[in-house]
């Protein structure tokens, strides 16, 4: 593994000691910035960072500021090894807690770009997406939300969230989705 482009292209990523986690590879990894485009200055959440590769490679791509929550032990000390090793530690928040004990810390409405890469075909996924449906002050309206999934899962049904992309790369899928909200005469604003 290797951070593909930016200030910190070509560095070596380690792994955690472990077969319980599955760092997004290269070939998914530049499919999914290249269609993200630019995103200087943008603040990301890897939501279950396990080596941190997704929330790394945002910030060696201009990301302003990245947080980054794993409920692992092991995930946490190679995502501060990997942020170490490539020189962006200073952009880093790295916590060691559950997806949602982590959304309740992030300053309220300030993410663009939430890279969330769960176990595949576990309800982690769901009650994420279901947390993050719920906290109306911490996902405003126009954040993207990336979530990385096995080919056979889809969202939940979501009221703050559509899907506006999907993409297959083998058995991964990668679903694009925008944080949309009501008007208060119930018309949809994105």
Not at 127 to 138: C, G, I, S, V
Request: glycine share 8%; hydrophobic share 35%; charged share 25%.
């Amino acid at each position: 593994m290797r951070i593909i482009a930016g200030i910190a292209g070509g560095h070596r990523l380690i792994s955690p000691p472990t077969d319980r986690i599955r760092p997004t590879s290269d070939r998914v990894r530049e499919a999914l910035f290249s269609m993200l485009g630019p995103i200087e200055g943008a603040v990301v959440v890897d939501g279950f960072a396990g080596a941190g590769t997704l929330g790394l490679e945002a910030l060696s791509r201009g990301a302003k500021q990245c947080y980054f929550f794993d409920s692992s032990h092991q995930a946490i000390e190679t995502v501060r090894e990997n942020a170490r090793r490539t020189g962006l530690v200073d952009d880093a928040i790295i916590r060691q807690c559950t997806f949602e004990q982590g959304l309740a810390t992030v300053v309220e409405g300030t993410p663009d770009l939430w890279l969330l890469d769960p176990p595949y075909k576990t309800i982690r996924a769901r009650e994420a997406l279901e947390a993050m449906d719920t906290q109306r002050q911490k996902v405003t309206p126009g954040a993207l939300v990336v979530w990385e999934s096995h080919v056979d899962e889809q969202p939940p049904p979501l009221s703050r969230f559509e899907v506006t992309r999907q993409r297959d790369y083998g058995t991964t899928r990668l679903t694009f989705l925008r944080c949309i909200d009501e008007g208060d005469d119930g018309t949809t604003t994105s």
